[in-house]
């Protein structure tokens, strides 16, 4: 199993509609069937405001998690509602390969949707797995 984990928080500003409309976002991700099971909702304590956790079984399912219609559209409409963003991945895999294969996918993601690459490079804060903010020309967080 892995458990993708999405914290972020949004851009101060927003109206509630906007917030709301955003947390839809990322809530839709739950209608992919690679998605085991899922939650949206704020961190309790720490530097985060929200966080996004979406559970897949293997990595054929994360990167139908990637590539769902649901999940590029939270991504190229969210991204902008975003003041900062970070992306870990959890697993119960025995392979000493995962994270390298979990970062390839990232990857081949953003190379196979130049419009989603360009929308991570505006976002004042962006890390996926194996990209941390740094590599887009963004300062980590």
Request: proline share 7%; no cysteine; glycine share 8%.
């Amino acid at each position: 199993m892995i458990f993708h984990i999405n914290l972020f928080t949004l851009k101060p500003g927003l109206s509630d509609e906007q917030r709301e409309a955003g947390l839809d976002l990322m809530r839709a991700d739950g209608v992919n069937p690679a998605v085991k099971s899922w939650i949206v909702g704020r961190v309790l304590g720490g530097e985060w405001e929200y966080s996004a956790v979406y559970v897949v079984e293997d990595l054929d399912g994360y990167w139908a998690y990637l590539t769902h219609p649901a999940h590029v559209r939270q991504e190229l409409e969210g991204i902008p509602l975003i003041e900062k963003f970070t992306a870990i991945d959890v697993t119960d895999s025995d392979d000493p390969q995962i994270g390298e294969k979990i970062n390839a996918l990232q990857a081949r993601h953003l190379q196979e949707s130049p419009e989603l690459a360009a929308a991570e490079a505006q976002a004042p804060s962006f890390a996926v797995p194996g990209q941390p903010a740094a590599a887009s020309g963004q300062p980590e967080a």
